[in-house]
């Protein structure tokens, strides 16, 4: 005969631990209420923590920071950042003030910062912005090699690209210049000549071997707008390839969206609604072309993530709209979502992580501000956060968190 462990008869004293629990998460016990942490996911950038026991008025703590407690569905405690949290793992706390009762996950909280870099136009100061807590005041960085506006840029999860542009005196430049991430108070070091001072180019990637450039505009009598090179990331200071022309897409003052297999090349002033695609494994074939954007536009903002791609903003005349590309389905022309803040032109191309996306700046009354995209709820409009600068308008961004 099998003999049945009754487990109504465990008991324990108040703030105890009992070694019981879904998947052998701690369980507390206080007044004889049960409480206890089964779960916890990062969902959109937020702690979905399953628990029970705990109500809406329960503190959360990721370390000895209480976290912002937005809420309870059910068992689920919707909680985040009450402050800025630096990287590592953090034991994840619960307490209820009315019964007193306290639950601990030990680990059960890894901090990832994600980070975004801004070089403002025709100033020499890198701005970085942490993404994971939006909020919070930019820094000031390190510098640039040479002082531009209108580059291009592309980063890895170590380093960060920048491209071309004009200098103040409105001459374009040749230079790629590198920003390392985990030094960034150290100037950018030069690391090559692109084949033509270009200004307006764009760039996709797959995110961890090389970077694509596509488009711009070269000097008078020099047209570098119909090819694309390639950057080798781990031979940055080898000339870039020429892989293939775009297929006669000459353009300008466009976006670009990307995953780790193809980049998707939109609007601009030659080609305001066409929709373009590299396919990274033969990209020494031409672009192919997939659909229309359902507005025609240039100087628009890209953002992306593995699934799909946001199309921010442009002119003319200046917009607000926010279209999203399906990558699976990119032969469909892409469906208006949500809207900007503020209608924005200008903005260069947005940086990501897993949860949203950032637009900054641009030529518009909201210069000094960036509007942040939840790509769960992208119907919404979105999210406005000030900065504390501006000159954001023909600038570039770059982030070291690539999961695209």
């Not at 960034?184 to 090389?210: E, K």
């Not at 609604?273 to 990209?283: G, V």
Request: hydrophobic residues 30%.
């Amino acid at each position: 005969m099998v003999q049945k462990l009754k487990a109504k008869y465990l008991k324990g004293t108040s703030g105890g631990i009992l070694t019981v629990g879904s998947g052998g998460a701690p369980t507390f016990i206080s007044n004889t209420k049960i409480f206890g942490i089964i779960t916890n996911n990062k969902v959109d950038g937020k702690y979905k923590i399953t628990c029970y026991g705990f109500d809406s008025n329960s503190n959360v703590y990721a370390g000895r920071v209480q976290l912002t407690n937005e809420g309870i569905t059910g068992n689920t405690i919707t909680a985040g950042y009450a402050e800025f949290l630096a990287d590592g793992v953090y034991n994840l706390s619960m307490r209820d003030r009315q019964a007193g009762g306290t639950a601990i996950l030990p680990a059960g909280i890894t901090i990832s910062n994600y980070y975004a870099w801004t070089r403002m136009s025709d100033i020499s100061t890198i701005y970085r912005l942490n993404m994971s807590s939006d909020t919070q005041t930019e820094s000031i960085r390190g510098t640039t090699y040479i002082t531009t506006s209108e580059a291009a840029a592309i980063g890895n999860s170590v380093y960060g690209w920048f491209v071309g542009g004009y200098n103040p005196s409105f001459v374009r430049q040749s230079h790629i210049e590198r920003l390392e991430f985990s030094t960034d108070t150290t100037n950018n070091s030069f690391r090559v000549n692109y084949p033509v001072a270009v200004n307006g180019t764009r760039s996709v990637s797959d995110t961890s071997t090389y970077g694509w450039f596509v488009g711009g505009e070269g000097n008078p009598g020099v047209s570098y707008i119909s090819k694309i090179l390639r950057l080798s990331f781990a031979a940055d200071t080898t000339s870039l390839s020429e892989r293939s022309s775009s297929g006669g897409l000459s353009t300008l003052y466009h976006s670009t969206m990307y995953n780790t297999s193809y980049g998707w090349i939109t609007g601009g002033v030659f080609s305001e609604s066409t929709i373009s695609r590299l396919d990274y494994s033969a990209d020494t074939n031409s672009l192919l072309y997939r659909t229309n954007d359902v507005l025609s536009r240039y100087s628009t903002t890209g953002l992306g993530n593995s699934t799909y791609g946001w199309i921010l903003g442009g002119t003319s005349p200046i917009r607000s709209y926010v279209t999203r590309l399906e990558y699976s389905n990119d032969t469909i022309s892409p469906s208006i979502k949500g809207y900007l803040v503020y209608s924005r032109r200008g903005a260069g191309e947005g940086v990501d992580n897993d949860y949203s996306g950032l637009i900054i700046g641009g030529s518009t009354p909201g210069r000094s501000s960036a509007d942040r995209i939840s790509f769960s709820n992208d119907t919404n409009t979105a999210v406005s956060r000030t900065l504390n600068y501006e000159r954001l308008e023909y600038h570039c961004n770059v982030d070291n968190f690539n999961t695209k």
